[in-house]
């Protein structure tokens, strides 16, 4: 006869238990992905309200220029004013611009990486990432009044300026101002070195320097609380600058994470030329240790700029700084797919 099967036991009990488990596992990943979420939706707000107040202050800022200059524009010496502290309100635009448009970006593309991990939780393959408009709809607006309708109480002080034309191009400010690069008679054209007011927020470049190089510079300052100081977990032996910066962030950031591989012979470039981290993950293969990895991917694209991030590879994913992935052929263990540890490359920026 067949052995005698207790209460709560045989293959049916079995199941149901990996079951839960697996249950389990799933809803501790969902809820930290829901609390990831909440946190890039709430970063994301306040960045679009701090870019609000940014042109608010600059949009007062130039009021109170003209006000303070009144009827003096209409002389030679008030002109060249007038013009000065206009090309300042546009630099300051410019940076506001360039801030709002490389914050919406980060935040977009971590927003793609985040809703790639609900996919892996249902155990589908992430797709290819969509190019995420870095300006999207950033809520610019008010503007600054200026031309030949003047400031009630000083007639028409800016009629003299009419011939100006637009450096700022289809700049999305709505009700902005029309002011610009063709100049005035007798002071050529003033404005025309900023003609590429609207050039797009481009990569971070390659930069050069050993301790308080330019690049730790860039990244201490781009992102506030981002701690770039040292030492980090890996040994900065034969590492380059912008993956120094990433050892040390990543190390401050997630104090959990107990060892990150750096140097090292490999068949490929990127641990020999010093441009790559393996960040080894603890706990890997459960669900605790799983979000974590995805912590770590969503800050480094958060970061990706002031870190100069080329690629990241996570659970058999290639991942880009957009946020977009590709999945890797299945190479036999967890170390090679990179389930136990998220591999991360930088720019490089020179040793």
């Known amino acids: 006869p067949p052995p005698s099967i207790t209460p709560g036991e045989g293959q049916a009990a079995d199941g149901q238990q990996d079951s839960a488990v697996e249950h389990h596992n799933s809803t501790a990943a969902l809820d930290a992905l829901d609390a990831t979420g909440r946190a890039e939706l709430d970063a994301a707000g306040a960045s679009a309200s701090g870019g609000r107040g940014n042109m608010e202050s600059i949009i007062a800022a130039a009021v109170a220029d003209v006000q303070a200059l ?7 010496e008030g002109k060249r004013a007038l013009i000065a502290a206009i090309k300042t309100r546009l630099e300051e635009t410019r940076g506001t611009v360039q801030t709002g448009a490389a914050e919406a970006g980060t935040h977009a593309a971590s927003a793609n990486a985040n809703a790639a991990g609900y996919g892996d939780v249902a155990g589908l393959t992430r797709p ?18 200026m031309g030949g309708g003047g400031m009630p109480g000083f007639g028409a002080p800016l009629s003299g300026l009419s011939g100006l034309t637009d450096p700022l191009g289809a ?19 003033p404005l025309s070195g900023l003609s590429g007011l609207t050039a797009p927020f481009t990569q971070a470049a390659k930069l050069t320097g050993s301790n308080g190089s330019p690049a730790a510079k860039l990244a201490s300052a781009a992102i506030p ?42 068949a490929l470039k990127w641990h020999p030329d010093g441009l790559a981290l393996d960040v080894m993950i603890p706990n890997w293969d459960t669900a605790e240790g799983r979000a974590l990895g995805d912590r770590v991917v969503n800050f480094l ?20 700084p957009d946020g977009s992935s590709s999945r890797m052929d299945d190479q036999g263990n967890a170390t090679q797919n990179h389930y136990d540890h998220v591999h991360v490359a930088s720019l490089g920026g020179g040793y």
């Open 70 to 76: 009144g009827l003096s524009t209409n002389t030679p």
């Open 128 to 145: 290819a990432g969509m190019g995420a408009n870095p300006l999207g709809a950033m809520p610019m607006s008010g503007g600054m009044p």
């Open 171 to 189: 700049m999305p400010m709505s009700g902005g101002m029309p002011m610009g690069g063709g100049g005035m008679p007798g002071f050529g054209a």
């Open 225 to 266: 609380g981002l701690d770039t100081s040292g030492p980090g977990k890996a040994s900065e032996r034969g590492l380059q600058q912008y993956t120094k910066l990433m050892n040390r962030a990543i190390s401050n950031a997630f104090p959990e994470i107990e060892e990150i591989g750096g140097w090292r012979q490999d």
């Open 301 to 320: 694209i958060r970061n990706q700029k002031p870190l100069g991030l080329d690629h990241i590879i996570w659970r058999q994913q290639m991942i880009q």
